[in-house]
Each structure stands twice: as C-alpha cells, then as structure tokens.
Nanobody, 124 residues
Framework: QVQLVESGGGLVQAGGSLRLSCAAS????????VAWFRQAPGKERDFVAV????????YYSDSVKGRFTISRDNAKNTVYLQMNSLKPEDTAVYYC?????????????????WGQGTQVTVSS
C-alpha cells in the first residue's frame, strides 16, 4: 500500500505561482509513475501532468504545458508540481495519484493510489 499526501495549495492572484507537493509513504520503492489531476466544482477530474519513476518520462496536458513543471525527488519520496502564470481557470482541487504500471497514463482509472487533494484558488 502507498499513502499520498498533497500540500502547498492556497489562494493566489492571477499570474502568480504555487508549488504543490505530493509526499508518499508506505511501500514506496520509487518505481511508481505519479500524476497530478485536478477537479473544478461540477466538473470531471482531469489529467494535468505525469512523471515516470526516474523523471525521464514526463507528459503534460495542453492546458498547462509551458506553465506547469512536474518533478520528483526520490530521496524524499516526493513529487512536485510547480505552477506558474496561474489563471482563474486553474482553480480546482489538485490530487496526486500513483500507478505501478510503467506507462504515461492520462485516465484517472489507470491509477491505483490517490491523495486527499489540496485546494488551489486563483483570483482574477
């Protein structure tokens, strides 16, 4: 079992930045692919970004490409999401998720483990 805990959310003005963290505990051998998803009120949970276990494989959704950066520190069992040039439409609860399957997966049902989420609110 793997437990994931997100942190770093908050309220920021449009154009600002936030860095989210996803800390893993439990059976963490760092062989997981870890993704970020987000869910705005009344909407589906959407894929944001994913990173492979070594950091060599990274993929972003078109809506965040060029503004967000995903990275990981395996020594700390932590994955980060640096979010720059934030827009009001980035407002959502952000979740991290982990999968043992070594592939770039963008569908939420492909991930076995989920955190509880952290709220990001971008004001205009």
């Amino acid at each position: 079992q793997v437990q994931l805990v997100e942190s770093g959310g908050g309220l920021v003005q449009a154009g600002g930045s936030l860095r989210l963290s996803c800390a893993a505990s439990g059976r963490t051998d760092n062989s997981y692919f870890v993704a970020w998803f987000r869910q705005a009120p009344g909407k589906e949970r959407d894929f944001v970004a994913v990173i492979g276990w070594s950091g060599a494989y990274i993929y972003y959704s078109d809506s965040v490409k060029g503004r967000f950066t995903i990275s990981r520190d395996n020594a700390k069992n932590t994955v980060y999401l640096q979010m720059n040039s934030l827009k009001p439409e980035d407002t959502a609860v952000y979740y991290c998720a982990a999968s043992k399957v070594p592939k770039i997966a963008t569908m939420k049902n492909e991930y076995e483990y989920w955190g509880q989420g952290t709220q990001v609110t971008v004001s205009s």
